[in-house]
C-alpha cells in the first residue's frame, strides 16, 4: 500500500514537471511570436515611412524640373505642417542639377538629378549657315534627315579621285537655312565663361586626395592651380577641376559627373569617363577614347591663334560638341572629328566643322571644311556620315539653344 501511493506520488509530481515544462516553452514561444510580430511592424511602418519620403523627394524633383528659375526654397507640400521638401537648383557646365530633400517628422531623404531638355525637332540632320556655297558630297558620304541648306542646295563633287556614291544626295527633306545660326542660349555660355575666367579653389593642391566622392547636395569641391595638372585619380559627383594653363586627363583616371576648366585640356588616348570639358584654346581627345552619357566637349573661343577641338580616330562621345566664338574678329575655330569617330548627340559649331567621321544626331555649323593633301575645300563631305535616326529617341540634350523644348531628367545622381 506505502508503494502504491508513493508511486502515485512520483506520476503526479512527474505530470506537474510536464505542464510546467510545456507552458515554460509556450511562454517563450509566444514571446518569440509577438517579438517578430513587432519587428516586422516596425520594418512594415520604415518602409512605408522610406517609401513616403521618396514619393515626397521625387515630388520636389518634378517641381524643380517644371519651374525655370533657381529656387532655394522650403515647401509644405500638403498642407499638413508634416510633409518637406527644400528644393535647391543650379548650374552644373551645360546642364543644371536639382537637389530635393524630403522630411518627415524627423526622418530625411534626398534625391538629385541632372536635368536637360529634349531637342526642338530631333529628326534634324544639318542646319548650315547660307554662306552662299553649296554644300557639295563625295565618296561615300550618308546624310540622313530634315537639312537646312544655303540657297545654292547640294551638289555632287569629286575630290581625291572619288565621286559621290550612293541613290540619293540627301535622305530626308531639304529646307532652305539663313546666313545666322540658330540663336544660342547666351546666359548658358556666360555661366561657363566666368568659369574660365577663375575659380576660386577650396581645396589646397598638395591635400588633393587620390580618391574623392561629393555629394550635389552639399558644395562644389573645387581642385584648381595655376600650374599644369595630370589626373589620374578617382573623382565622382559634384567636383570642379580647373588650371590657368592645361589640364591632361590620364587613361587612368576614373571620372564621372566632373567638370574641367582650362585654356587647354587635354585626354589621353583609351580614357573612358563621364566628364563636362571647357576651354579657351584647345581640346584634344585621344584615341579610342570614350565619354560616356551625358558628357560635353566645349570650345569657348576668345584667343588667338585659331582656337580648336580634335576628336581623334575611333573616339566615341556620348552628348555635347560646342565650339564658340567670343571674339568674331578671331580666326574661325575648328573642330576636327576625325575618320572612324563616332559623336551620338549634338554638333554645335560656330566656326568650321572637319568631319571625317560619323554623327549619329545633329549638327549646326557657319560651314564645313575638308583638307586634303592637295587642296582644302569649304562645304564639303567626303566619306562622312550624318544620321539622326540613329540617335537614341531617348536622348535628352542641353539648354543649348535660346529656344528649347520640354525640360526632363537626364540621370540620377547619388
Known sequence: MRKLILSRKKIKAS??????????????????????????????????????????AH???????????????????????????KLTKKQWGLFEVGVSKAYVGDYQ??????????PLDRTIAIYLADNNKPLSLSGHTFVKGTVYL??????????????????QLIEGNIQQSNKILPEINKSLVQYNLNRLDGIQNNIPIEEWPDTLTRSFSGESAILYSDEPIIIDQKYKGNIIIGSDSKVTVSNQAQLEDVLIYAPEIEIQDRFN?????????????????????????CLLANTSPAPFIRISQRAIIDGIVLVYQVNKNKEDPLLSIEQDAL?????????????????????????????TPSSIYENHLLNATIDYSKLSPH????????????????????
Open 15 to 56: 505530470a506537474l514537471f510536464y505542464a510546467l515544462t510545456v507552458a515554460l516553452l509556450m511562454s517563450i514561444f509566444m514571446s518569440a511570436v509577438i517579438f517578430l510580430a513587432d519587428i516586422n511592424g516596425f520594418h512594415f511602418s520604415n518602409l512605408e515611412l522610406r517609401e513616403q519620403l521618396l514619393l515626397n
Open 59 to 85: 515630388s520636389g524633383i518634378n517641381i524643380l524640373r517644371a519651374s525655370n528659375d533657381n529656387p532655394t526654397s522650403e515647401l509644405d507640400l500638403f498642407g499638413d505642417a508634416n510633409d518637406y521638401v
Open 343 to 371: 559623336l551620338k548627340g549634338q554638333v554645335y559649331v560656330d566656326g568650321a566643322l572637319e568631319l571625317k567621321g560619323s554623327v549619329y544626331g545633329n549638327v549646326i555649323c557657319s560651314k564645313f571644311l575638308l583638307r
Open 109 to 118: 531623404l534626398t534625391r538629385s538629378a541632372q536635368f536637360g531638355y529634349t
Open 395 to 414: 536622348y535628352v540634350g542641353s539648354g543649348l539653344l535660346a529656344s528649347q523644348s520640354e525640360k526632363k531628367i537626364v540621370k540620377w545622381l547619388d
Open 273 to 297: 569617363g563621364n566628364l563636362q570639358l571647357f576651354a579657351s584654346r584647345s581640346i584634344q581627345i585621344g584615341q579610342q577614347c570614350h565619354l560616356s552619357y551625358p558628357s560635353a566637349v
Open 150 to 167: 544655303p540657297k545654292a542646295g547640294v551638289s555632287r563633287a569629286y575630290i581625291e579621285g572619288q565621286s559621290f556614291i550612293g541613290k
